[in-house]
């Protein structure tokens, strides 16, 4: 299985701050991953898809990046609205794992 | 436009069963997979498996193999999930997930479709 390690795990910021989510892969998954943010209560919402794809709706602050074992969710200008968790996924077959989360919290 | 709704919280007793459902509306149901992803409280998510309600073909975590038997019933468009022998560790909340159609890429489809998640706590 494909294991997906998330860093950091939690995060306290600032509104207006710059942050950078890593995920890396323990293998090549060749840009087959997805990131989503959770509010606390509800259910996963798709951010980015194909590693660098914004879903329709999401705000242009946010970007994808990477390709092979490394890849990464940045935001930039932090609003009060991104706070909650992050979470990527990887599709390149199953099981389709998860990274571990990362726990964003308004400083 | 694409929805699932999932069945309400469920308390059972240790040892036994629960069949959580996912109905869906706004699309062909046999047309595209179905996802269940477990939440534990305060946790992370964690990928069970997928039905395809077309040919009702499953595939499963390994981990959730004996746990979980993934279900579909074309005539109700609904998807069920069963948890057997649960134990304290299966308390979490489970979501079910599909596509819009919206997000093929590269042989893949990204679900964007969540229901809002069946909570199950396992309590004597």
């Known amino acids: 299985d494909i294991q997906m390690t998330q860093s950091p795990a939690s995060l306290s910021v600032s509104v207006g701050e710059t942050v950078t989510i890593t995920c890396r892969a323990s293998e090549n998954i060749y840009s087959n991953l997805a990131w989503y943010q959770q509010k606390q209560g509800k259910s996963p919402q798709l951010l980015v898809y194909a590693a660098t794809n914004l879903a329709d709706g999401v705000p242009s602050r946010f970007s994808g990046s990477g390709s092979g074992t490394q890849y990464s969710l940045k935001i930039n200008s932090l609003q009060s609205e991104d706070f909650g968790s992050y979470y990527c996924q990887h599709f390149w077959g199953t099981p389709y794992t998860f990274g571990g989360g990362t726990k964003l919290e308004i400083k | 436009q694409v929805q699932l709704q999932q069945s309400g919280p469920e308390l059972v007793k240790p040892g036994a069963s629960v069949r959580i459902s996912c109905k869906a509306s706004?699309?062909?149901?046999?047309?595209?997979?179905i996802h269940w992803v477990k939440q534990r409280p305060g946790q992370g998510l964690e990928w069970i498996g997928w039905?395809?309600?077309?040919?009702?073909?499953?595939k499963y975590n390994e981990k959730f193999k004996g746990k979980a038997t993934l279900t579909a019933d074309k005539s109700s468009s609904t998807a069920y999930m069963q948890l057997s022998s649960l134990t304290s560790e299966d308390s979490a909340v489970y979501f079910c997930?599909?596509?819009?159609?919206?997000?093929?890429?590269?042989?893949?489809?990204?679900?964007?479709?969540w229901g809002a998640g069946t909570t199950v706590t396992v309590s004597s």
């Open positions: 706004g699309y062909t149901f046999t047309s595209y997979y």
């Open positions: 039905i395809y309600p077309g040919n009702v073909n499953t």
């Open positions: 997930a599909t596509v819009s159609g919206d997000y093929y890429y590269g042989s893949t489809w990204y679900f964007d479709v």
